[in-house]
Every structure is written in C-alpha cells, then in structure tokens.
C-alpha cells in the first residue's frame, strides 16, 4: 500500500462488501497474495465471517456463519486491511473510489460485493419494516417485544422463518401464491409443512449446528450492513407480548392494497365497514379486500441489488433484476472491475441444472470463485467456470426440517416435459423428485432423508432412470446402496 496522504490511498486489491461474498473474496487474495496489501470496505462494524465449512457431497456446502470484530480478521491475515466506510462513489475509469468519510482508495483490481436490500412495500413508515441484516432484525425485536399481533408479508426464506420462530405474537401473514414456501418448494411440500404452523412449538428446537447470530449497536449511520444468514434468529429472542406460543393465520393469493395509520383509517370509508377491528397502530387492507389491524406489518417480500453507490458516472450493464452482469469469470463490464454475490446477476448461459438464487451459500462460491478468477488474471493463467455452477444445490432448514434443494428442484423452465416422484411420510419427511425424459432434473428432500448424495450423483450422471419407474421412492428399497 502506498499514498499521498491519509485520506488518499493506495492497494492492489480492494473488496467492497462485509458479507459472506466480500469477506470470502478478500480471505482468498490475502491468502494468494501475501506480499500485497487488501483493503476491505464496509459499512458495518462487524463482518461476516464463514466458519466450520463442511462439504457434504460434490457441490452441497453446510456452515456456519459468525459476526465478527474486523480486528479478527486483520489479525488472521496480516496485509488485509479492514475500513470501516461505506463506498460513495466509484470512477471506474480512473481505477479510482471515495467513501462515505472522505476517503480516496486508488485500485488496479476491485471486486463489488455490496449484496442487496429488501424491498419495502412503503418507505420511512416506522410501522413499516424489513428485514435484511443484523440491525433490522434488533428493531424488529424491540417491535415484537411490545406486540399483539403482526402482518407478515412475502412468501420468501426470512418470512418462513419469521412465521415459524416468533412466539407471544399473533401473525396474519399474506402470500401472493397459492402456497407457503412458494421460493423454495411445492404445494406438496408446503402441505407437509402446514402442521408445524399449527401446532405449538416444541419446547426445546433441535440444536443448531450453525453459530448463532449476535446483534451490536450501530452509530446510526443509517448505512445497510450485511445480508443476514442460516440461523439468524437463533441470537435474539423473538417473543411478543401474548401467553400463546404459536398462532399463525395465512392470507392466500393476496398482496397488500393499502397501508393505514390509525389517524388515516379513522377517517377512511374503510373504518365505518370494519367496526370491530379494534383500535390499532397501523392496519393493512389486502387485495382480497380483508383488512386487519396491527401493532406493526413485516415487509420481506425480496431485495434489489445494492448497486446505487457505483453506477453514476459509470457504464455497468445491468441484468433485468437490476444486477450488475458479470460474466463467467465474474467480471462487470467495466475495467478490472469484478462482483460476486447478491449484487450480481450471472450473465453467462447457465448450466441446464443451476440457476441464481441469491441465497448466502452462493454468495461464498461466488465470492470465492471471483478471487480465484482475479487470481487468474493477475498471474496471466486460464480458469474455467467453476463445479458449484453445475448443479443448484442449497441446504437449509425451515419449521424445525433439514431442507435441501438440489437442481430444478421446482421444475423451473422444463415447462410440461417433465414428471414428478413423491414420497411422503407425515410428520417425518418428504421427497420430491422431477425426472425429464427418463433423467433426474431436481429433488426437494425435507426430514432426514439422507438421500442428498445419491441424488445429486443421479442428478449429475444423468443417468436414463425409466426402467425404475416409482420403484425409485419404493421406502423398502435402500436406493443408496442400489446406485452405490
């Protein structure tokens, strides 16, 4: 590093993000090149930091994920150097950004790994909140600890476990599908779910393997710090103010029409129809014309790229979800100018078994997949797209299940050529298999399965499966030592 004064200087590599992405991305130059010198911006005090990583099988990845000081991670990695400043502007041309504090970072490499934001139904209505790193989810706490009741709305990963963690708190939540879940499975699947919502909770959840989230205050500086990972309820209590322990009701195929204040709906034709919705801080009129009061509504219907702070100025193309569009080496279209993670869009032809979703197991293969190839590119050397791009596969848990989603695990884009195998055993599990033409395209494997390895080698092997036919989810036969 070298500058001509404090607020100007200069690093080889810089790495915008205090993610899972960012932060995996600096650890892999650090660890490339000793000798020079990393800087790391982000606008949080802690990052995020992936820890007891496990390989399952050839491309399923568990672990876990920790908020750490970033004086840890200077300490492991002496030439990386963490500063805590958002970005403010980018000149890509001239290799060159300024943040927030006043900062210069003059760079010959820079990887964007600035991730996304929720999308808020309303914006700066106090009653109003989403959902998305370490400090909303604390205002959401201090909201739920004074409450009755609640709206949820989205139908995404943060909703189904909002709708499941929280106790002491009545929840209406509203759905634009036909079925809980609807991101990450089927009607089937979400029907073996539903029992969960509707019994109480167990009193002691199975332990979790991943390290639990802990929350810190913030200057207040109103920047977004990092995405939120597995098990980020698992840190904070998630109880309202009422003695039931689960009470959940769902509003089918419904989005929010209009928001109310308490002061706007007395006055609205609304509060002469509904006489006894009670006195409440904000109500919700969905578009199934419900309505209902509450002490605050939950906005976790999705996020947009954070890509704002580098696009004036600049000539990015954008893909159509408004991610900046890398190609398979995860460059942007600007100058030595990279992105990995939920900022991004993959703008190469996708393998026929993989598709982005902006979960944070991509964001670490894709934040190390950029290292390597900047890597490559310093050093002069090939790179071919890396094996995690082959096959879709996330594990997760939802409602207390282990959850993993291996290829099109919903059929996505096979149109009606395909067929479904389904295996069901209330309570315990259930297995969903698409096979296209004979071949396993994705599976849905939700309980203890332990079917997840010999699937993915099916799904990979494409192996024509015709002659099996339902014998393939027969519970009777062991399948893993069948196709061992």
């Not at 805590?84 to 504090?101: G, P």
């Not at 036919?469 to 061992?484: A, Q, R, S, T, V």
Request: contains cysteine.
């Amino acid at each position: 590093m070298a500058g001509t004064s404090e607020s100007e200087k200069r690093f080889r590599f810089v790495v915008v993000g205090g993610g899972i992405a960012g932060v995996t991305c600096a650890e892999q130059l650090a660890l490339q090149f000793p000798s020079e010198d990393i800087a790391l911006l982000t606008a949080a005090p802690l990052v995020k930091t992936v820890t007891n990583f496990r390989q399952v099988s050839k491309t399923l990845e568990d672990f876990s994920v920790e908020e750490q000081p970033a004086s840890i991670l200077e300490e492991k990695y002496p030439n990386l150097k963490v500063i805590q400043s958002a970005v403010k502007v980018l000149h890509a041309k001239q290799h060159m950004l300024q943040t927030e504090n006043g900062q210069v970072f003059h760079y010959e490499k820079l990887c964007l790994c600035s991730g996304a934001r929720p999308k808020l139904l309303v914006q700066d209505n106090p009653n109003v909140l989403g959902i998305r790193d370490t400090d909303s989810a604390q205002e959401f706490q201090k909201h739920l600890s004074k409450a009755k009741r609640m709206v949820v709305v989205g139908n995404g990963g943060i909703a189904l476990e909002l709708v499941y963690e929280v106790e002491g708190c009545e929840v209406i939540w509203a759905i634009k599908d036909k079925a809980i879940g609807n991101t990450f499975f089927d009607a089937g699947a979400a029907q073996f779910l539903i029992p969960s919502l509707e019994a109480d909770k167990p009193e002691k959840a199975l332990p979790c393997k991943r390290t639990r989230y802990t929350t810190a205050s913030r200057d207040g500086s109103g920047e977004l710090g990092s995405a939120l990972g597995p098990d980020w309820h698992e840190g904070i209590s998630l109880r309202g103010t009422e003695e039931v322990s689960h009470r959940v009701h769902v509003e089918y195929e419904c989005e929010i029409k209009t928001i109310y204040s308490q002061q706007d709906f007395m006055k609205s034709p609304l509060h002469t129809q509904e006489t006894d919705l009670g006195l409440w801080p904000v109500y919700a009129h969905l578009t199934n014309e419900k309505t209902f009061g509450c002490d605050f509504i939950v906005s976790a219907t999705g996020v947009v790229p954070n890509t704002e702070p580098f696009l004036h100025g600049n000539n990015f193309e954008l893909a159509e979800d408004r991610g900046l569009k890398v190609n398979e080496h995860m460059r942007t279209s600007e100058p030595d100018v990279y992105a990995a993670g939920d900022v991004c869009t993959a703008g190469w032809e996708p393998s026929a078994l993989w598709q982005q979703m902006r979960l944070w197991t991509q964001a670490r293969q894709m934040g190390w997949y950029a290292a390597r190839c900047i890597v490559a590119d310093v050093l002069g050397e090939p790179i071919e797209l890396d094996f995690c791009f082959e096959l879709f596969s996330h594990i997760t848990k939802f409602f207390n299940y282990k959850v993993v989603l291996l290829g099109k695990f919903n059929a996505q884009s096979l149109g009606s050529n395909h067929e479904l195998l389904v295996r069901c055993t209330k309570g315990l599990e259930y297995v969903k298999v698409v096979l296209s033409g004979g071949r396993m395209m994705g599976a849905i494997l939700i309980g203890e399965t332990d079917l997840e390895e010999t699937f993915e080698n099916l799904i990979l092997n494409q192996m024509d499966l015709s002659s099996y036919g339902e014998e393939l989810l027969n519970p009777n036969i062991d399948i893993e030592d069948y196709f061992d």
